[in-house]
């Protein structure tokens, strides 16, 4: 079932589209802390997020790019504002269609389902998706998601670029020298610090799936996957 994050502050407004959306299959999942958004994405894990432009504490645009930090997902904007401005400062930002208020719900429908079968579906890319299987865990780099178990955590690109150095090298080490570079790009400068609070980061996103172990430090040399004495397999 795929399930689709409705990030609308108007409570009514957000159950209707919830039942409607539920009527038709799909599971709906409702925010109600604007200012947790990103932490409920990870929570949840949504095939698709319905984003209303004028939220609370930060709006639509600021989420989108949140969101667009760690997912590819399909975003799908609402909003009573029609402007031009707003629709291209929205596709600028990351989403993948706007719509405007108020909404025909089978219109709403529609789009939903155009982009799930774009994204998952019979339109989507028939390219083979990579796979990384190592130490009782799966790696998704497209979707940046690792599996472990029955559990699964959502990464960030830089998390994942981490995750898969080091799968694809187990059991041995990955130098620093190396993560550094996989780390690099033309926005963005990257330092020591900065390999050190992603490695940190990963290391718990591991231990949330349930990893134990998850990655050892080797003085001087750089890091590798440590998993469970028990050979890597989940609990």
């Known amino acids: 079932m795929y399930r689709i994050l409705i990030c609308e502050d108007d409570p009514k407004l957000a159950e209707l589209m919830g039942n409607h959306i539920e009527k038709y299959g799909f599971q709906a999942v409702t925010a109600t802390d604007f200012g947790q958004i990103l932490q409920l994405f990870k929570k949840t894990n949504p095939h698709l997020v319905i984003m209303d432009v004028n939220l609370p504490q930060y709006d639509g645009f600021y989420w989108c790019r949140q969101i667009r930090s760690v997912s590819t997902c399909p975003i ?131 231990q949330e799936a349930g990893v134990l172990g998850g990655i050892e430090t080797i003085r001087g040399a750089g890091y590798r996957i440590k998993p469970t004495e028990e050979g890597g397999e989940p609990r």
Do not use: C
Not at 100 to 105: D, G, V
Not at 187 to 206: A, F, G, H, S, W
């Open 76 to 206: 799908l904007f609402i909003s009573a504002r029609a402007g031009e401005m707003d629709q291209v400062m929205a596709l600028e930002y990351g989403a993948d269609d706007y719509m405007t208020k108020p909404l025909q719900a089978e219109v709403m429908v529609a789009k939903i389902r155009s982009q799930l079968r774009r994204v998952y579906g019979e339109y989507a890319a028939q390219a083979e998706e990579r796979v990384v299987r190592e130490a009782g865990m799966t790696l998704y780099p497209e979707r940046m998601e690792l599996h472990y178990g029955n559990a699964s955590v959502v990464l960030t690109k830089k998390e994942a670029l981490l995750a898969e150095a080091m799968l694809e090298r187990y059991p041995r080490v990955v130098a620093r020298e190396e993560l550094l570079e996989l780390l690099w790009d033309d926005q963005t400068y990257v330092d020591e610090n900065t390999l050190n609070v992603n490695v940190t980061r990963l290391r718990k996103k591991l």
